[in-house]
């Protein structure tokens, strides 16, 4: 356990670089698995959950080797070219590894043993095994769906035709990902468009892909089988790590800075755009398009922010954003209201009590009403000075160390191990924008 405090910081100022983004450095590394040839990766994410992929594949057959910091190369084995691990795939904090890696292996004729840290251990299952077993592959769990568990893969995958019970685009891409071993069309129904970076890797890989919209979301079909040919990609920001140093700015008066290159897709942007309509100074600079993703630099300047309401519809746009938002509404003038956030119960930890238990105990005013959180802001910094438990959650620890850099007294997060999983250098690049984040020794 590393205790982390936070204190009043400096105006922040300069330009920075956030690690590439984490989705879709798990999606390249294991659709560069899966292709024929080298896949070259630039700017890959090396933070532990990412990691954590790496080394399942690895032990799946596929050759992994980091070039040098950030340059990685896959040589992948084939579209069913995987061959059964002799050990248990340990994906430590990572519902997205695990997820995806059992829709991969579902459609493999062997077994894959899946395990976790305390925090994925304590996450549901149920939402990949119904619609992997409709593929031919068996799973053994334990009580409520829970890891560690056994998937039997199937030698006869059966292609299905799937509509998502909730708004997941980890469930997607495990559907998607089963689907490139199954003979014939895959199709993937979505109510509400989820991120799309499966789709957009596929596409770059050479499978045949098919994007329809439908109602208010998308129906995504899939021609199985295909040749994946290796590719080379660079990686963008990851927009939810740039969330944080986005915040810590907004919220400490005087600040102003840049974040480069970082991936702007729209059904990732939600909080971007809930932070403008809070008032925000927020600019989008330099805009291009690189693999397949819309990137561009972020330039941030603190100012007031006011209350807004944040409509359910906009959560899959920032689902993994809500802890640093309420950060922001606990600054901001008046009440934020955030509807539809059932999701943030089963992430790394029950984040919709993580938020509301650690703001009140930061002196802010956090109601929970089924789905809904309301953060009240006085406009003013808030009380601070409190301990907060971070939950085996690595964006819970960041949102609070964000808070305490501009609250009225520092705050202390229990244990801050798991930033790793996301972004390894989080506290050296806070500190070198003007942050005062140390770690306590106890
Ligand atoms: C992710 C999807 C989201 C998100 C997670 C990453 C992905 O999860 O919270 O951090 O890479 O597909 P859900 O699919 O459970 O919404």
Same mark, same amino acid.
């Given at each position: 356990?590393?205790?982390?405090?936070?204190?009043?910081?400096?105006?922040?100022?300069?330009?920075?670089?956030?690690?590439?983004?984490?989705?879709?450095?798990?999606?390249?590394?294991?659709?560069?698995?899966?292709?024929?040839?080298?896949?070259?990766?630039?700017?890959?994410?090396?933070?532990?959950?990412?990691?954590?992929?790496?080394?399942?594949?690895?032990?799946?057959?596929?050759?992994?080797?980091?070039?040098?910091?950030?340059?990685?190369?896959?040589?992948?084995?084939?579209?069913?070219?995987?061959?059964?691990?002799?050990?248990?795939?340990?994906?430590?904090?990572?519902?997205?590894?695990?997820?995806?890696?059992?829709?991969?292996?579902?459609?493999?004729?062997?077994?894959?043993?899946?395990?976790?840290?305390?925090?994925?251990?304590?996450?549901?299952?149920?939402?990949?095994?119904?619609?992997?077993?409709?593929?031919?592959?068996?799973?053994?769990?334990?009580?409520?769906?829970?890891?560690?568990?056994?998937?039997?893969?199937?030698?006869?995958?059966?292609?299905?035709?799937?509509?998502?019970?909730?708004?997941?685009?980890?469930?997607?891409?495990?559907?998607?990902?089963?689907?490139?071993?199954?003979?014939?069309?895959?199709?993937?129904?979505?109510?509400?468009?989820?991120?799309?970076?499966?789709?957009?890797?596929?596409?770059?890989?050479?499978?045949?892909?098919? &994007? /329809? *919209?439908?109602?208010?979301?998308? +129906?995504?079909?899939?021609? @199985?089988?295909? %040749? !994946?040919?290796?590719? #080379?990609?660079?990686?963008?920001?990851?927009?939810?790590?740039?969330?944080?140093?986005?915040?810590?700015?907004?919220?400490?008066?005087?600040?102003?800075?840049?974040?480069?290159?970082?991936?702007?897709?729209?059904?990732?942007?939600?909080?971007?755009?809930?932070?403008?309509?809070?008032?925000?100074?927020?600019?989008?600079?330099?805009?291009?398009?690189?693999?397949?993703?819309?990137?561009?630099?972020?330039?941030?300047?603190?100012?007031?922010?006011?209350?807004?309401?944040?409509?359910?519809?906009?959560?899959?746009?920032?689902?993994?954003?809500?802890?640093?938002?309420? &950060? /922001? *509404?606990?600054?901001?003038?008046? +009440?934020?209201?955030?509807? @539809?956030?059932? %999701? !943030?119960?089963?992430? #790394?930890?029950?984040?919709?009590?993580?938020?509301?238990?650690?703001?009140?105990?930061?002196?802010?005013?956090?109601?929970?009403?089924?789905?809904?959180?309301?953060?009240?802001?006085?406009?003013?910094?808030?009380?601070?000075?409190?301990?907060?438990?971070?939950?085996?959650?690595?964006?819970?620890?960041?949102?609070?160390?964000?808070?305490?850099?501009?609250?009225?007294?520092?705050?202390?997060?229990?244990?801050?191990?798991?930033?790793?999983?996301?972004?390894?250098?989080?506290?050296?690049?806070?500190?070198?924008?003007?942050?005062?984040?140390?770690?306590?020794?106890?």
């Amino acid at each position: 356990m590393t205790a982390l405090s936070s204190g009043s910081s400096r105006p922040l100022r300069g330009h920075c670089r956030v690690p590439g983004d984490k989705s879709i450095s798990h999606r390249v590394l294991i659709l560069g698995a899966l292709a024929v040839g080298r896949t070259r990766i630039a700017n890959l994410l090396e933070g532990d959950d990412v990691l954590r992929t790496a080394a399942a594949l690895r032990a799946l057959g596929a050759r992994i080797e980091c070039d040098r910091a950030g340059t990685w190369s896959v040589h992948g084995v084939g579209v069913g070219g995987l061959a059964e691990p002799a050990e248990i795939l340990d994906l430590g904090n990572s519902g997205t590894g695990a997820r995806l890696l059992m829709g991969v292996v579902a459609t493999h004729p062997f077994t894959t043993f899946f395990t976790g840290d305390d925090s994925l251990r304590r996450r549901p299952m149920a939402r990949v095994i119904e619609p992997l077993t409709r593929t031919g592959a068996r799973f053994v769990a334990r009580n409520g769906n829970r890891l560690p568990l056994a998937v039997v893969g199937t030698s006869s995958p059966m292609p299905i035709a799937y509509k998502l019970p909730v708004p997941s685009a980890q469930v997607k891409s495990a559907v998607l990902l089963a689907g490139l071993s199954a003979p014939g069309e895959t199709t993937v129904t979505e109510p509400v468009a989820t991120r799309d970076h499966t789709e957009n890797l596929l596409r770059h890989f050479g499978a045949a892909i098919d &994007v /329809a *919209a439908e109602g208010g979301g998308k +129906r995504i079909t899939l021609t @199985g089988q295909p %040749e !994946l040919k290796a590719a #080379e990609l660079s990686v963008p920001g990851d927009p939810s790590s740039a969330a944080f140093p986005t915040v810590a700015t907004l919220i400490r008066a005087g600040s102003a800075i840049t974040i480069e290159g970082v991936g702007i897709n729209p059904l990732r942007a939600g909080l971007y755009q809930t932070l403008a309509e809070m008032g925000a100074q927020i600019a989008f600079a330099k805009e291009r398009v690189a693999g397949g993703e819309r990137v561009a630099d972020i330039k941030v300047k603190a100012g007031a922010l006011h209350g807004v309401e944040v409509p359910a519809a906009r959560a899959p746009s920032m689902i993994d954003e809500y802890p640093v938002l309420a &950060v /922001a *509404a606990a600054f901001a003038e008046g +009440r934020t209201v955030m509807h @539809g956030l059932g %999701e !943030l119960r089963v992430k #790394e930890s029950d984040r919709l009590v993580a938020i509301a238990e650690g703001l009140r105990k930061c002196g802010v005013s956090a109601i929970i009403d089924g789905d809904t959180l309301t953060v009240e802001g006085r406009g003013t910094p808030p009380r601070g000075g409190a301990r907060v438990a971070a939950r085996l959650d690595h964006r819970i620890a960041m949102a609070f160390l964000v808070l305490g850099g501009a609250a009225c007294k520092p705050v202390r997060i229990d244990d801050g191990e798991t930033i790793t999983t996301s972004f390894p250098d989080f506290i050296k690049l806070m500190n070198r924008l003007g942050t005062r984040i140390a770690e306590v020794r106890k």
